[in-house]
């Protein structure tokens, strides 16, 4: 029988963050859950960040005896904050290590590419990636996301900077990841209904962190504030 999307929501919820069993008495198989993180690359500064908590966590619950007396076993691929190494991660975690259930990638720009391959192959998935499209109950019903989406992390930095601050004049940058370029499709039309003028609004190459043209280009639009996303 195939495995509904609240099934998958409470194996997840249980594989990721549940309640620590007792210790088993008899050794029983791992929980092998599938991992990609972006360990190298230029989205690698969160990346490893993230994975520092993941190992922690994962040592925290076996070493309490792991979940109903199963230790968490990670397969991780590094996705090397590259779609296309993401993608090939992914399908060696679904396919080769049968993995129940994959975390990550996390960011949005990996995810976007993830998200539809996991979706067909019916595999369980939790990613922490802002992109409003990485979730859809009717199209991804396997796939869950930890984290706030882009409109709603939009409209609360929107709000700062427009009803706090009192800017008026705009300018809105990211990188050229898949995140990147969604976050700045995103917000500038929020920004805009809020009555801001958006002076300047580009995409920086995500692997060159010398941003000091874009900083001038700015400057010179008059910029009151400068509205970073990236990874």
């Not at 249980?14 to 029983?28: E, N």
């Not at 993180?37 to 040592?59: F, K, Y």
Request: hydrophobic share 40%; aromatic share 4%.
């Amino acid at each position: 029988m195939p495995l509904t999307r609240r099934q998958a929501l409470a194996s997840a919820a249980a594989a990721m963050a549940g309640t620590i069993a007792k210790p088993a008495i008899a050794a029983k198989e791992p929980i092998m859950i599938g991992y990609l993180p972006a360990l190298t690359g230029p989205s690698s500064s969160t990346g490893v960040g993230m994975n520092r908590g993941i190992q922690l966590a994962v040592q925290e619950i076996n070493a309490a005896g792991g979940i109903d007396g199963r230790p968490i076993e990670l397969i991780v691929r590094d996705t090397q904050s590259d779609p296309t190494k993401a993608v090939n991660g992914a399908a060696e975690l679904s396919h080769g290590a049968k993995v129940s259930i994959v975390y990550g990638p996390v960011n949005s720009g990996e995810s976007l590419a993830v998200v539809p391959l996991l979706a067909r192959t019916n595999t369980p998935q939790i990613h922490p990636c802002w992109v409003d499209s990485l979730t859809d109950p009717k199209k991804y019903p396997m796939c869950f996301r930890n984290a706030p989406t882009n409109q709603q992390i939009g409209a609360a930095a929107n709000r700062y900077v427009v009803d706090v601050l009192k800017c008026k004049r705009v300018a809105v940058i990211s990188d050229t990841t898949g995140y990147g370029t969604a976050s700045v499709n995103a917000y500038v039309p929020m920004l805009k209904a809020k009555g801001a003028e958006v002076v300047y609004q580009g995409n920086v190459d995500a692997a060159n962190p010398d941003v000091t043209p874009e900083i001038m280009r700015m400057r010179s639009a008059g910029a009151e504030a400068i509205m970073p996303y990236g990874a």
